[in-house]
């Protein structure tokens, strides 16, 4: 039976596309929905979520944001009053014009982002310098009509949270951009163990009516890169176009200066391509809901009892342990019963689902006082004494989550490139594309270089990285990978994405 359900997940070597769709669809993260471009997020996937939310939200607020929420749909004529931004976005707008029989005497526009939105209540809401800073984020959902979706990646809604701040000086956004990019870096770090890359974005791959974006950018098993969160710097262009206007200390009316950033259920894909197996879903501890499964093996009615009682009394015991206070949350554990499935197929079911830890317990491991532990991103069965397990099962939580981002950060690592300096490091870079990876060259930050360089390899600049470790451009050649000139020349991350 285990080998006929494991024939469900193409592998990735084979099919690294349809590896990824076997598992959202198999361990039951999200499935199609009747509308086309969207999808149906299952208790599973959604319960990721829900984690995700929670923590971050912490994060969020410390940074001083309080949440809100702004309606879904928004005037046609807000988004035209910021032209970069409308054009931008304009290909992937949803309006509707028809609405309680009638036709709208205005277009209104689903949602896609909500600058234009918040802007115009900042502008009621802003007088003073006393005002300032202000700091607002939602929870919400976003809709963009995408004409090439995959689930959690990129469908036409998805939800996200957008964070909107005013501040009173440029020093003072920077500032706000800065320290949120640092947020989501951490995050991604801590909670997904999925290592990313923190940069800016070139001119060209900015968000539409920005100054500055900045991003995060992991790299997946397949060495694509994915855009894992953004925060940008608006600068005054949407407060000049709204007149969100405050008078300074000094008696004069000024515009605010601004910020937005977000992440979305994409860090749901992104940690799926990081993590996880040809078995299944690999999900980091700090995500799960139910961290261990005790599966009792009952040979025989006689047994059945015992072994019962002795998976109840271990449940009990590791959630007690004073090993599982350390732990930043609650140890989930859940003895699996249910008598109408066999233990193969509750290993089967566990492992497809990411369940971190899988303990098995039957009459003759009551007889050693031990059971078989099994750790997800390892598979090892090792056999331990009953009364050593709840310690072994804190400590293990807390490797498993410290190991993944190692693992992850090593193959980063591995599949990163330094290109020699001029043209001879295109040369290389079009040799080495195709296997993909990140690669490290110097760019004049010319946008016919950028485009040259889309255009010959699908590639595109991930952004330049602020990361020390990768700022300076060796010295043993500093021309452009393009053109060769050293003019202006940057670091640059170059890869192809998601």
Not at 75 to 100: D, W
Not at 393 to 402: E, G, I
Request: glycine share 6%; hydrophobic share 40%; aromatic share 8%.
């Amino acid at each position: 039976m285990t080998e006929a359900m494991a024939e469900k997940i193409t592998p990735r070597s084979q099919d690294f596309s349809q590896w990824y769709q076997d598992i959202v669809l198999n361990a039951r993260l999200a499935d199609y929905s009747p509308v086309k471009g969207c999808m149906v997020i299952r208790p599973n996937g959604y319960s990721i979520w829900e984690r995700i939310q929670q923590d971050l939200d912490r994060r969020i607020k410390k940074s001083g944001a309080r949440n809100a929420y702004f309606p879904l749909f928004i005037p046609e004529s807000f988004l035209k009053k910021e032209a970069e931004h409308v054009e931008g976005f304009a290909p992937q707008c949803a309006v509707v014009t028809y609405a309680g029989a009638k036709d709208l005497e205005e277009k209104l526009v689903v949602r896609p982002t909500s600058e234009t939105i918040i802007n115009s209540m900042f502008a009621k809401w802003i007088q003073s310098y006393r005002d300032l800073p202000l700091m607002i984020n939602q929870w919400a959902n976003v809709v963009r009509w995408e004409m090439r979706t995959r689930l959690f990646l990129r469908t036409t809604e998805f939800l996200w949270q957008e964070g909107h701040t005013c501040h009173a000086t440029p020093d003072e956004a920077e500032a706000e951009t800065r320290q949120m990019l640092t947020v989501y870096k951490e995050f991604a770090e801590e909670v997904l163990a999925m290592p990313v890359l923190p940069g800016m974005k070139s001119e060209s791959e900015k968000f539409a009516g920005a100054l500055r974006t900045y991003s995060i950018e992991a790299m997946m098993q397949d060495k694509k890169a994915l855009q894992a969160g953004t925060s940008h710097n608006l600068a005054s262009n949407f407060a000049q176009a709204f007149e969100t206007k405050f008078l300074d200390s000094d008696g004069k009316q000024k515009l605010v200066h601004q910020t937005s950033w977000g992440v979305s259920t994409r860090l749901i894909g992104g940690m799926i391509m990081t993590h996880s197996d040809d078995k299944g879903l690999v999900l980091p501890p700090r995500l799960a809901a139910t961290h261990v499964v005790i599966v009792p093996i009952m040979a025989n009615a006689e047994a059945k009892p015992r072994v019962l009682e002795a998976a109840d009394k271990l449940a009990a015991a590791i959630a007690e342990t004073p090993e599982a206070r350390k732990l930043p949350y609650e140890i989930g554990v859940l003895v699996d019963k249910d008598e109408t499935k066999q233990p193969g197929w509750k290993f089967f079911e566990h492992e497809m689902t990411g369940t971190p830890i899988r303990i098995e317990i039957g009459p003759r491991d009551l007889e050693k006082s031990t059971a078989v532990v099994v750790r997800r991103d390892i598979g090892k069965k090792e056999f331990i004494s009953l009364e050593a397990i709840p310690a072994w099962v804190s400590q293990n939580l807390a490797a498993m989550q410290k190991e993944l981002l190692e693992k992850a950060r090593a193959f980063r690592e591995a599949n990163t490139f330094e290109l020699p300096g001029g043209t001879a490091g295109y040369a290389e870079f079009k040799s080495k594309i195709e296997s993909g990876g990140f690669f490290m060259a110097a760019w004049c930050q010319s946008k016919d270089c950028e485009a040259k360089v889309k255009e010959d390899t699908k590639a595109t600049i991930r952004c330049l990285p602020l990361d020390s470790a990768y700022m300076p451009i060796s010295e043993h050649g500093k021309g452009c990978m393009v053109c060769g000139s050293t003019e202006k020349t940057v670091r640059t991350v170059f890869a192809r994405a998601y």
